[in-house]
């Protein structure tokens, strides 16, 4: 019975730390692939941004 009990308070923990990941990881390979589009689209700007 303890274990049945003890899974319910973990479970939400998982899910909002892999929530919140996957935020993170969705913006940062959202910015990733709009720079490497600006980067083929125009080079000469981009760098300005890059560094």
């Given at each position: ?31 990733g ?5 600006w ?13």
């Amino acid at each position: 019975m303890e274990h049945g009990m003890r899974e319910p308070h973990l479970l939400p923990r998982m899910l909002g730390i892999f929530r919140q990941s996957w935020i993170y990881f969705l913006g940062a390979s959202t910015l990733g692939v709009v720079l490497l589009i600006w980067y083929h689209l125009d080079p000469t700007t981009a760098p300005i941004v890059l560094w």
